[in-house]
């Protein structure tokens, strides 16, 4: 497996200020989703080996890594999107998690603590299919992620944008 890459550019001419890479041991790492609250960057990705594990992981502006935590670590799930929540200046994640509403994959919605990335709480939908989050915003009335779904709609992997308030774990029903 490769590393994880985080990095800063200059931007006035584009040169390579700082940049850092993280992987566990024997296993790879990839960051897919990146987030910054003005003081910190956050991360939200895989950790591949055995079964992979979704990675959360902060840093500083000068490239510190300044903690990092795995997420629903049975494994075989992803994240691919972070975002800082304006409201309360949570992380907010959308990852897609094996079984948890139903079979196959499920979308999740976690928030965590910006400051040491320990879980505040997490928000399932899916249904008899797969689900997959791949983008979410963040504003003052929820989340909105884009994504795919196979429950519903042609059954195939439909294109899903989902609303819902994770501050409160309130999700849609699956139709």
Do not use: M
């Not at 550019?9 to 850092?20: H, P, Q, V």
């Not at 024997?26 to 609250?37: E, F, K, R, T, V």
């Amino acid at each position: 497996g490769g590393e994880a890459l985080v990095a800063a550019f200059s931007t006035k001419d584009g040169a390579l200020r700082w940049s850092t890479t993280w992987s566990a041991a024997a296993s790879g790492a990839d960051y897919l989703g990146l987030a910054s609250d003005g003081h910190s960057l956050y991360t939200a990705g895989i950790q591949t080996g055995s079964g992979d594990v979704i990675v959360l992981a902060a840093y500083d502006f000068s490239g510190h890594r300044l903690w990092t935590v795995p997420w629903k670590g049975s494994g075989n799930g992803s994240a691919r999107s972070i975002a800082v929540d304006p409201v309360d200046g949570a992380l907010v994640v959308g990852a897609k998690l094996p079984e948890l509403a139903g079979s196959g994959f499920d979308i999740a919605v976690g928030r965590f603590g910006a400051k040491d990335g320990l879980p505040i709480s997490t928000c399932v939908w899916g249904g008899k299919g797969t689900e997959a989050a791949y983008d979410l915003v963040v504003n003052s009335d929820g989340t909105t992620l884009v994504g795919f779904t196979s429950s519903t709609g042609a059954g195939r992997e439909d294109a899903l944008v989902l609303h819902l308030d994770p501050r409160k774990c309130v999700v849609p029903s699956v139709p």
